[in-house]
């Protein structure tokens, strides 16, 4: 039986790293939820979302929905407290 500490640090491992199962879940709930082709789930730390966003204005559109997409994401994942927005860089 695996000590409870590697037990929770594998599980923040998967919750904070992209090739976490946990990450890979939030992803595809976030397409879902989100139906939108033009913005991507970038990072998951301390319950709070990354979201980058393919121009500005469907950054804005993204703000205008925060709390409606937030609550959706927290049905399936209640660790997500907070989501974040940004333009993603080229």
Known sequence: MQPIKGIVSD????????????????????????????????????????????????LVRLNLHREQLLKELQKQFPAVVKINFKVESK
């Open 11 to 58: 599980l923040i491992g998967k919750m904070s790293s992209q090739s976490g199962g946990y990450f890979q879940d939030i992803q595809a709930a976030w397409a879902k939820v989100s139906k939108d082709q033009g913005s991507k789930v970038t990072d998951f730390k301390e319950g709070t979302l990354t979201i980058s966003a393919d121009s500005s204005l469907r």
